[in-house]
């Protein structure tokens, strides 16, 4: 059994910084790669960033491009969000996504982090 738990959220003003954590407990095989989302109030899920499982690769949404960064501690087993320049619009509960290879793949997810940017 795998679990996500994801922690770092907050509250802060606009221009602030934050970093999200998301610790990986349990064992899967075929893990494709890591990733954070996050839902607004009244919004979908949507994507923020990801990252290979080896580490190698790295993706971002262009609403975040440029001022978040996306890491990997594989010996904490632990996937780091660095938020900088936020945004009243980056305001959302933050979930931390780990994707399973296969045919089908699947995914696991945390429970989610608020974060939310006031002016």
């Known amino acids: 059994q795998v679990t996500l738990v994801e922690s770092g959220g907050g509250k802060v003003q606009v221009g602030g910084s934050l970093r999200l954590s998301c610790v990986v407990s349990g064992y899967t095989d075929s893990v494709a790669a890591m990733a954070w989302f996050r839902q607004a109030p009244g919004k979908e899920r949507e994507f923020v960033s990801g990252?290979?499982?080896?580490?190698?690769?790295?993706y971002y949404a262009d609403s975040v491009k440029g001022r978040v960064t996306i890491s990997r501690d594989s010996a904490k087993n632990t996937v780091y969000l660095q938020m900088n320049s936020l945004k009243p619009e980056d305001t959302a509960v933050y979930y931390c996504?780990?994707?399973?290879?296969?045919?089908?793949?699947?995914?696991?997810w945390g429970k989610g982090t608020q974060v939310t940017v006031s002016s």
């Open positions: 996504d780990l994707r399973v290879a296969g045919a089908p793949a699947y995914d696991y």
């Open positions: 990252i290979s499982w080896s580490g190698g690769s790295t």
